[in-house]
């Protein structure tokens, strides 16, 4: 063997065999080929959970992403980590994940419409980004959008979601590490073959006009089967209903409508409420001022059995949004931040809020936790460092914006205004359920149960108008979470509001465990600016020096030997 290579080295042919060796390990790379992960977070390696996905998909999906051109440095970096995951998406699910990179200015196949028009009329409108270039400063928008394309669906992703104006690295890392979560929700809508059914509470003065307009067309529709059903007329909460949603409730709630709740969860069924406990509405402000009393909406004591009490008071905050104030008392009004309209921010560190953006709430309640057995409590959403709250009832006039707010009666921290409840839970009528509630389940062939056989969950936030929209002039809808005061002005800024419920809705009803994705976080290294500017000579001239210099001692190497050889 030894002597049968020593003639092939030897040989003419050795060069030819040594290319066609080449070529056949290049062959075999594009079939078979492994990466390493040497990154702390294991930033290049997919969850389980997603890996599944992507091996059982039924169908091809195509995935278009655009953040291409000439992009800033941080969107950049955005784009190049999105192709590495696109890229690990494709190792796994082969040729039925497609995905190409595109300048939103170049034109929609078939059309004279580009895809920042397209982009624009779907709601997806760009950052608007002052680039420094060796010229001067330029504008520059990027849309940091990607869509997910089945036979039959488009599915858009937000890929970049700022908390502020302000584009700083601390986000663009954050949006990096929600990349594979985001990809990878999206293809499951895209191919879901049936949509899961979400009841929608009716029959208790819940809001079912334009205010709903957002809500339902744009979040629930496109994903989720909806069906509202009336509490106080339906005989129960039909199980295939994989989520109630009761949204600002404004009517007492009966014994029987309570008791249908109470069941729908003990059989395992999951609720997102959105409640104002406390009658104030922003139309009495507008005529002078506001009267905040309870609306005895008859829910205190089923939340309190789970775990939970939302509190009869409000919310005032030095971080609120804005509203228009006559403050010299002559008609000039000017927008003035309203304590009463507390800007939510996330709490902890949990998947549901993960990265999430500010959430702007209108006269909230806070929420205490309580002891409660086999049922564990997750904080999502809380005022800001500098809050209190007041009792009810109160009288709430504008004139209180004449003066600036005492800042040093602002010293509770961290309020907390929305909660996750998880376990197995109690019923409410636990060992004193009544004659007529046995008789009425036991009609429509419900079994009454005590307690959950198996774990479910459910989310308490303590304002209803968080996943409302607002009404401007010729009777148009905007975006939830988007004030009609600054909407279309300089000071325009688009809360979390739809996102957080979006992720609250993802996380109650999430069958992949693609939530796994979601609890990645990656850390930012950034470099030692005073180290790399005492060093920058050093390694400049270490990167330039070595390569030439082993080049030089290869020729040198090369040479001795070829001289001893053929001396």
Not at 12 to 33: D, E, G, P, S
Not at 123 to 139: H, R
Not at 255 to 268: C, I, R
Request: glycine fraction near 6%; proline fraction near 5%; hydrophobic fraction near 40%.
């Amino acid at each position: 063997m030894q002597k049968m290579f020593y003639k092939i080295f030897h040989s003419r042919f050795w060069l030819l065999i040594l290319f066609a060796i080449v070529v056949l390990v290049n062959i075999a790379a594009t079939q078979w080929h492994a990466r390493i992960d040497l990154t702390a977070e294991k930033r290049f390696t997919l969850s389980n959970n997603t890996k599944k996905m992507l091996q059982t998909l039924k169908e091809p999906v195509t995935i278009n992403v655009f953040l291409a051109g000439n992009l800033p440095s941080g969107f950049k970096k955005l784009s190049g980590a999105a192709a590495d995951v696109l890229q690990e998406f494709k190792e796994i699910a082969g040729n039925k994940i497609q995905y190409r990179f595109l300048e939103p200015s170049t034109t929609v196949e078939g059309t004279e419409i580009s895809y920042a028009d397209s982009l624009s009329n779907e709601g997806l409108l760009p950052i608007n980004l002052t680039s420094q270039v060796k010229e001067g400063q330029q504008q520059q928008f990027v849309f940091p959008y990607a869509h997910v394309l089945s036979e039959t669906k488009n599915i858009p992703v937000t890929l970049y979601r700022g908390k502020t104006p302000l584009i700083n690295f601390s986000e663009l890392t954050s949006a990096e590490a929600l990349l594979e979560y985001n990809l990878a929700d999206a293809i499951v809508k895209a191919t879901q073959d049936v949509k899961p059914i979400i009841g929608y509470a009716t029959g208790n003065g819940e809001p079912q006009q334009l205010n709903t307009f957002d809500l339902e067309r744009n979040v629930l529709s496109p994903n989720y089967r909806l069906f509202s059903i009336d509490l106080e007329a339906q005989p129960f909460v039909p199980a295939e209903f994989e989520l109630l949603m009761i949204v600002k409730p404004t009517e007492r709630f009966s014994e029987s409508a309570k008791l249908k709740l109470d069941q729908y969860v003990m059989h395992g069924g999951k609720l997102l409420i959105f409640m104002d406990r406390l009658n104030a509405e922003l139309d009495s402000l507008q005529k002078g001022e506001v009267v905040a009393f309870d609306r005895d909406l008859n829910l205190n004591d089923l939340l309190f059995n789970y775990g939970v009490r939302v509190n009869p008071d409000l919310v005032m905050d030095l971080q609120g949004d804005f509203l228009p104030f006559d403050v010299s008392g002559n008609g000039q009004f000017e927008l003035l931040p309203w304590n009463y309209f507390p800007v939510m921010q996330p709490f902890g560190d949990n998947v549901v809020t993960k990265n999430l953006g500010y959430v702007s709430g209108r006269f909230v309640n806070s929420i205490d936790t309580l002891e409660t057995e086999y049922i564990t409590k997750t904080i999502l959403l809380s005022s800001s460092a500098n809050a209190r709250t007041i009792g009810t009832p109160a009288i709430i006039s504008g004139k209180e914006n004449e003066t600036a707010p005492q800042s040093e009666k602002y010293t509770r921290a961290f309020i907390p205004t929305a909660v996750l409840l998880e376990g197995k839970f109690n019923s409410l009528y636990r060992n004193r359920v009544m004659q007529w509630m046995k008789d009425s389940l036991d009609k429509y062939q419900v079994d009454y149960r005590q307690q959950n056989d198996n774990a479910t969950s459910m989310i308490i936030v303590s304002d209803g108008d968080v996943v409302l929209n607002s009404v401007v002039k010729g009777n148009q809808p905007i975006p939830m979470g988007m004030n009609p005061y600054t909407y279309g002005s300089q000071r325009e800024f688009p809360f979390a509001n739809k996102e957080f419920l979006m992720n609250c809705l993802s996380y109650l009803l999430d069958k992949n465990g693609l939530n796994e994705a979601k609890a990645k976080d990656y850390v930012a290294r950034l470099l030692d600016t005073k180290k790399v500017e005492e060093e920058k000579l050093q390694w400049q001239l270490i990167n330039i020096l070595v390569p030439i210099a082993l080049l030089l001692l290869f020729g040198v190497v090369y040479n001795i030997v070829r001289k001893r050889k053929y001396s």
